[in-house]
């Protein structure tokens, strides 16, 4: 079938202009992204009971709307006016994966882990090809970068968040330091941040080696931590009034 019969069949049964259409497939790029114009539409055809093989979906592409249908979640569907997937698999925080999450591809075992938008830009396709010491070189070098242009310091790495993220003074804030508590949690980012670089984004710029043992899986922590940090991050820019990210 051409592509524009599945928008038409999609606001038919939605009840909606294409237009609607198209903003609803913005918000989702916007919010699970990085999610093209096409795959948007398929998911949300996936969430009213559209059989997408009928549209020529490969199993592939199939994973891939699944995945993001589980980022998503059926209580963010419901927000976003989205229809829940019946028996639809959900995030819980005992488990944050499908239960068939070893008969995942790359890309749908990358997907359901949900990761922060920045990491996804990073370290995606990195991941999906196999590159794992280069995914999370990758993402870490991102996080990197993202610290040093928020921060408007010229140093790199361990010494880059160490001066960030400090006490007195900080570049970057996650807290309001006005207890012992809020400065400790601060003071923990800082080593987070610190860790990080040292433990992580050196050996992989540097060395040749990476753990031999469950690489998928290393990797995958790894990329959860850069995603931990990066909300973390998040939490820094939401904490300053009048000063977005440029």
């Given amino acids: 079938m051409p ?14 202009s294409s237009m609607t259409l198209w903003r609803r497939c913005r918000d989702l790029d916007r919010q699970y992204g990085p999610i093209s114009q096409q795959e948007a539409r398929w998911v949300i055809a996936h969430g009213v009971g559209i059989d997408l093989r009928k549209h020529g979906l490969t199993d592939a592409e199939l994973e891939r709307v699944r995945g993001i249908r ?3 979640g059926e209580g963010d569907a419901r927000r976003r006016d989205i229809p829940a ?8 925080r005992r488990d944050a994966r499908p239960r ?24 995606r396709r990195l991941f999906v090809g196999g590159h794992y010491r280069e995914a999370v070189r990758a993402a870490f ?7 040093r242009k928020l921060s408007g310091l010229k ?11 400090k006490k007195e003074a900080p ?17 923990g980012l800082r080593f987070l941040m610190m860790g990080s670089m040292a433990a992580l984004r050196n050996p992989c710029t540097h060395e040749d080696h990476w753990p031999p043992v469950e690489e998928t899986t290393h ?3 790894a990329l959860a931590l850069a995603s931990l940090l990066h909300n973390y991050l998040d939490r820094c820019l939401s904490s300053r009034s009048g000063n977005p990210e440029a």
């Fill in 3 to 16: 592509p524009n019969s599945l928008a038409k069949l999609i606001e038919k049964k939605l009840g909606i």
């Fill in 85 to 92: 997937v019946p028996n639809a698999p959900r995030a819980t």
């Fill in 141 to 147: 070098q991102r996080l990197n970068n993202r610290v």
């Fill in 70 to 72: 589980f980022r998503i």
């Fill in 155 to 165: 140093e790199d790495g361990v010494s880059l968040m160490s001066h960030s993220f």
């Fill in 100 to 123: 068939n999450v070893e008969t995942l591809t790359p890309a749908g075992l990358f997907d359901v882990y949900n990761l922060h938008s920045e990491v996804a830009r990073s370290s």
């Fill in 171 to 187: 570049r970057l804030q996650m807290t309001a330091l006005r207890t012992d508590s809020e400065q400790n949690e601060q003071e």
């Fill in 219 to 221: 990797a995958l922590e």
